[in-house]
């Protein structure tokens, strides 16, 4: 079955953790090698789209045991891969093909910015995590709504001024990087596709109704210059 082309898709259903095989630049683009099992490459060409913790990147080439993507000097200072390392584990997802079934959330692979874990803690069998993002973007963010972290679709559970939290099962704990993290571990981020356009639509709007008001208070300036008899 074909796979989504255009504006490539993921779920957020992590379908294994890879590991950091080789770095090779620092500078303007970056080449990362990242290895993983038969079960991604069977289905992998040049060209094609994967998420790498959280991050779409372009497939260029691929060997019997890993595949090779670049990573723009952007993308690096956008994302924890400023700070990636060799043997670092990583999550790996392949782009949604038409058959697949969604899983998670859309997920689009560009990463809106970095958050921080402050506490991790075990509940019965479960684990919540407390995350620190940037305060422009908490706006994005709701109980019950969808959160990308790493590429894993997780569910938030807690949000105030500050933090949100999230609740990981068992299952999605064991199956992906997030076992490895400890507090002040950095996370790629990336707000939910639907919450974006919402707060746009809002901002929009808002707009709109300031510039009415400045509109109205212009005439009413005008109005009283001319009763004033500074314009006639």
Known sequence: MAKIKGNYMFTGIIK???????????NKSTELE???SQEILKNL??????????????VKEYTKESFICDISFSTQQNTTFKNIKTGEHVNIEDSLKYSDKLGGHLVTGHIDT???????????????????????????????????????????Q????????ITVIPYT???????????EDLLNLEIDLFARYVVQ???FEDMKNL????????????????EHGFLQ
Do not use: M
Request: aromatic share 6%; with cysteine; proline share 4%.
């Open 158 to 165: 807690d949000l105030n001024e500050k933090i949100f939290s």
């Open 201 to 203: 639509i809002l901002k």
């Open 45 to 58: 060409n040049k060209g094609d789209s994967i998420s790498v913790n959280g991050c779409c990147l372009t």
């Open 34 to 36: 990242v290895s993983c």
């Open 114 to 156: 970095v958050a921080r874990i402050l506490k991790i803690e075990k509940i019965s069998n479960s684990y919540k995590f407390d995350i620190q993002a940037p305060e422009n973007y908490l706006p994005y963010l709701a109980p019950k709504g969808s959160v990308a972290l790493d590429g894993i679709s997780l569910t938030i």
């Open 173 to 183: 704990f064991e199956s992906t990087n997030l076992k490895l993290k400890k507090p």
């Open 16 to 26: 294994e953790v890879g590991k950091i095989k080789k770095i090779t630049g620092k």
């Open 211 to 226: 510039k009415e008001k400045l509109i109205d208070r212009d005439k009413i300036l005008k109005e009283k210059l001319i």
